[in-house]
């Protein structure tokens, strides 16, 4: 399945491309997705770092929410209804730090698809989300709020890998 869609991909990348052409759209291609990668953590080392800062701080004005703009980009999440919903709960926050509350207990990524997070701000979208902390002790949840069909082959790995990098900088 991953091979055929990676085939798929390909064609349509380099259908028609001369091998210097190919080869240049490939590795912009790369670049692309590893400066996305590379702002996701930065993103995520920020939010880690500003959570130890201001420890005591209460826990709503803790949680910062960003790029909820970019939900918007989704056919899946274009019902304005649906992200009147979300926007909401992203402003109350009450929604979203119940949920992320569930998850510092995880050992590892936690994926929620639809209804499943219990949440009806979030029955279109899925939830992934990781704990990070520091000996063993859970201090904070990164997450990824998307569309159903958002490429969790990637997002799930960038998440987890995140809520590890910002484990082991907390360790130092």
């Known amino acids: 399945d991953e091979l055929q869609q990676a085939s798929y991909i390909l064609n349509d990348l ?5 091998l210097r052409q190919a080869r240049h759209l490939l590795l912009a291609a790369i670049d692309k997705d590893r400066q996305a990668m590379n702002d996701k953590v930065l993103s995520a080392m920020l939010l880690g770092e500003q959570a130890v800062i201001s420890p005591n701080r209460q826990q709503e004005e803790a949680c910062l929410i960003a790029g909820e ?6 056919d899946d999440l274009s019902d304005i ?5 979300l926007f909401v709960a ?3 926050k009450r929604d979203v730090l119940s949920l992320l ?6 050992d590892g990524v936690t994926i929620f698809i ?5 949440y009806a701000a979030f029955d279109e979208c899925s939830v992934i989300t990781a704990p990070y902390g520091v000996d063993e002790q859970a201090i904070g949840v990164i997450g990824v709020i998307g569309p159903k069909r958002m490429r969790y082959d990637q997002v799930i790995p960038t998440v987890d890998i995140t809520a590890k990098l910002l ?5 130092k």
């Open 69 to 74: 703009s970019n939900l918007m980009a989704y």
């Open 101 to 106: 509350d569930k998850c510092t207990e995880a």
């Open 167 to 171: 484990s082991a900088a907390l360790k």
């Open 81 to 85: 209804g649906q992200l009147r919903q």
């Open 14 to 18: 380099l259908v028609g491309k001369d």
């Open 114 to 118: 639809g209804r499943e997070s219990g």
């Open 90 to 92: 992203f402003n109350q």
